[in-house]
């Protein structure tokens, strides 16, 4: 009986010889940094000078759904967002031509926001000193790409893709979220998500 149960261990005693004393597979050379394998440029004006195009953001994490057709309901909610971010541009129009008061101008921003947006809104469009509007750069864009992620009787939360161009000077990221309200009757903004 020791012999057929130490020819099993013998085997096995053997294979971990043989693993043991084999070479191991030669490994491959290192890959050469990205210093190293780089071209070396010249100091010339086309070097100094980045005409390298800027990468695209292509990450649109919830904002995904603004590419996807929305249904009719939903075409309801992103079309009074839209109308929300138009009011700056029309005010705008309508400011250069009539004398206008704060109060108008709040009571216009109150028809697409909440009290609060349309009080800040106000603020920034408003210049207190000139009783007049302000003349510079404009704080709202109007969204081309919109989507609804949530759609409720009263509520909605709809996320939209920025203009490339509103992105940039504003640092906004890639993707904007809203919280509306139905409030007598028509959706409002109230509130923007982080």
């Known amino acids: 009986m020791r012999l057929t149960f130490a020819k099993p261990c013998c085997c096995l005693v053997a294979i971990g010889l043989f ?6 597979p030669p490994r491959k050379p290192a890959a050469e940094s990205a210093a190293a394998i780089a071209p070396v440029t010249s100091d010339t004006l086309s070097s100094i000078l980045d005409t390298t195009a800027e990468p695209l953001d292509t990450t649109l994490g919830r904002c995904s759904v603004a590419l996807g057709t929305p249904s009719q309901e939903q075409q309801q909610v992103i079309e009074a967002l839209r109308a929300a971010y138009e009011l700056e541009g029309s005010l705008i129009t309508h400011g250069s031509v009539d004398t206008i008061s704060r109060e108008e101008v ?13 009080q800040e809104l106000t603020s920034y469009s408003w210049q207190d000193a000139d009783h007049r509007l302000r003349s510079t750069d404009r704080a709202l864009a109007v ?13 909605a939360l709809v996320d939209w893709i920025p203009p490339t161009s509103f992105r940039r000077q504003w640092g906004a990221p890639r993707c904007l979220i809203d919280r509306l309200i139905r409030e007598n009757g028509r959706w409002i903004i109230q509130s923007h998500e982080p």
């Open 19 to 24: 693993l043991a004393c084999s070479e191991a």
């Open 106 to 118: 709040y009571a216009h921003y109150r028809t697409g926001f909440g009290e609060q947006l349309a």
């Open 143 to 155: 969204p081309e790409t919109v989507g609804v992620l949530e759609l409720k009787q009263d509520r």
